[in-house]
């Protein structure tokens, strides 16, 4: 019978717990890679996110406009520069 400790589940977390983080804050655009360019264009600067689109990614001002002009009720975010 295979016993397993309660807090080995834990430890497999922590020791993956760098490459979780860095994988949930490129789903939000806080990664260097994806701060800047627009995974739909490849060209423009990323900066909105819809909250009610079933993809959470950030796009530039051009997809984001013809993504939504059917869907205007959508609501909108805009990532602002912190320095």
């Given at each position: 019978m295979?016993?397993?400790?309660?807090?080995?589940p834990l430890r497999v977390w922590v020791a993956r717990a760098k490459e979780y983080l860095l994988?949930?804050?490129s789903q939000y655009g806080c990664t260097?890679?994806?701060r800047n360019m627009?995974?739909?264009?490849?060209g423009g600067e990323a900066l909105y996110r819809c909250s009610?689109?079933?993809t959470n990614?950030?796009?530039?001002e051009s997809c984001t406009i013809s993504r939504h002009t059917d869907i205007p009720l959508h609501r909108l975010k805009v990532r602002v520069h912190v320095n």
């Open positions: 295979l016993i397993v400790k309660q807090d080995e994988e949930f804050m260097e890679e994806a627009c995974p739909c264009c490849s009610d689109c079933v990614s950030l796009l530039c």
